[in-house]
């Protein structure tokens, strides 16, 4: 079994072991939700595993739940379901703006920040690389986007399936997930993951930062929870040099004041 030690655990049936086993993992898929997680979570609890769901969903604030564990599959990405992992991500309602075809809101701060921590811990938890996929062929592995595996109209325009490519969707034309969180896939959520499994890495877990049961499968699980206290504590080292600096000048003063 694989769970997010972040995420809400939201299984969509008593029996969450209704789905196959993966065959291997490949990588992750971005997606949008056209919707909210409360309203995307309400759909996916409605047919269950009968239906169509996710591995993971990001709301607005970066609120995540975890609708199947990773060591099953989801039905979000048709012939790409037995090897690619999925997230889907909000995009309407509080602060996203209206919108219609691939004119999608950029992801927020908190969704950033959290598809991020998913990206590094699913990377690191079935060992496959943060790079961007290039197309949707079976051999590729990483972190890709829904489009890529969706048929344009006319067929094989770029950005699209390719020739040659697994068929993530049956429709035609879906811009999911949209431009600008394309562009933010590139930019910013894998350098964002990257940079937490190098930092995972240096961490010395130790006293207080060392995982309860001191595991190793936990070590990029517990880095995630305690990455956001990494930053206050370099505000904190920062304002004592800044008080000793002080000091150092009121000494220099009184020095050359003798």
């Not at 079976?138 to 950005?159: A, E, K, M, N």
């Amino acid at each position: 079994m694989a769970r997010y030690p972040i995420a809400e655990w939201r299984p969509l049936a008593a029996d969450p072991t209704h789905q196959p086993l993966m065959d291997k993992h490949d990588g992750i898929v971005l997606h949008t939700m056209v919707g909210t997680l409360a309203g995307t979570d309400s759909l996916f609890h409605q047919d269950g595993y009968t239906g169509t769901e996710s591995h993971f969903g990001v709301g607005a604030d970066g609120t995540v739940y975890q609708w199947t564990d990773t060591s099953r599959t989801a039905d979000a990405q048709l012939d790409g379901n037995p090897r690619l992992l999925s997230i889907e991500t909000a995009d309407m309602g509080g602060p996203f703006p209206p919108w219609t075809g691939s004119n999608v809101p950029a992801w927020t701060k908190g969704q950033l920040d959290a598809i991020a921590r998913i990206v590094a811990w699913a990377a690191k938890t079935h060992d496959f690389p943060v790079r961007a996929m290039e197309d949707s062929k079976p051999g590729q592995r990483g972190v890709g986007w829904h489009r890529l595996g969706i048929d344009s109209s006319p067929p094989f325009q770029p950005g699209y399936r390719i020739r040659g490519g697994e068929h993530w969707s049956t429709s035609v034309g879906k811009a999911c997930p949209g431009d600008r969180r394309i562009a933010q896939i590139k930019s910013e959520i894998i350098p964002r993951a990257q940079a937490i499994l190098q930092g995972a890495a240096r961490l010395d877990l130790s006293q207080d930062l060392t995982p309860a049961d001191n595991s190793r499968d936990d070590t990029v699980g517990h880095a995630l929870r305690i990455l956001p206290r990494v930053p206050d504590r370099f505000d904190a080292m920062g304002a004592r040099l800044d008080d000793i600096e002080k000091k150092l000048d009121r000494l220099i003063d009184l020095v050359k004041a003798l």
